[in-house]
């Protein structure tokens, strides 16, 4: 099992920048894949990014492709969102999620029932 705690949400101007982090509680931190999912008000939580358990391989939601970068450290079991250019439709609450993964999947899974363990959410909130 696993405990997330994400951090680095708050306001900022569009255009502006952040960067979410996700700390994780495990000692096999590198055997869980992981992203982050978002939720807007009145909208379903959302894919934003992925990463495999190795970081060989990302993928990202089309509304954040080229603006939002995601990484890991396996050393310091933490997970990252950096985010640029950033949008008033960027404002949601920001949740990291992890799924333990074989080493042989380099898929990145996109929906939130594929992830066993989420943290309690970061708001990001963009003005206009």
């Known amino acids: 099992q696993v405990q997330l705690v994400e951090s680095g949400g708050g306001s900022v101007q569009a255009g502006g920048s952040l960067r979410l982090s996700c700390a994780a509680s495990?000692?096999?931190?590198?055997?869980?894949?992981m992203a982050w999912f978002r939720r807007a008000p009145g909208k379903e939580r959302e894919f934003v990014a992925g990463?495999?358990?190795?970081?060989?391989?990302?993928y990202y939601s089309d509304s954040v492709k080229g603006r939002f970068t995601i990484s890991r450290d396996n050393y310091k079991n933490t997970v990252y969102l950096q985010m640029i250019s950033l949008k008033p439709e960027d404002t949601a609450v920001y949740y990291c999620?992890?799924?333990?993964?074989?080493?042989?999947?380099?898929?990145?899974?996109?929906?939130?029932?594929?992830?066993?363990?989420w943290g309690q959410g970061t708001q990001v909130t963009v003005s206009s």
């Open positions: 999620a992890a799924r333990p993964s074989p080493a042989s999947i380099i898929v990145v899974k996109t929906t939130p029932l594929e992830y066993d363990y």
């Open positions: 495990s000692r096999t931190f590198s055997i869980y894949a």
């Open positions: 990463i495999t358990r190795s970081g060989g391989v990302t």
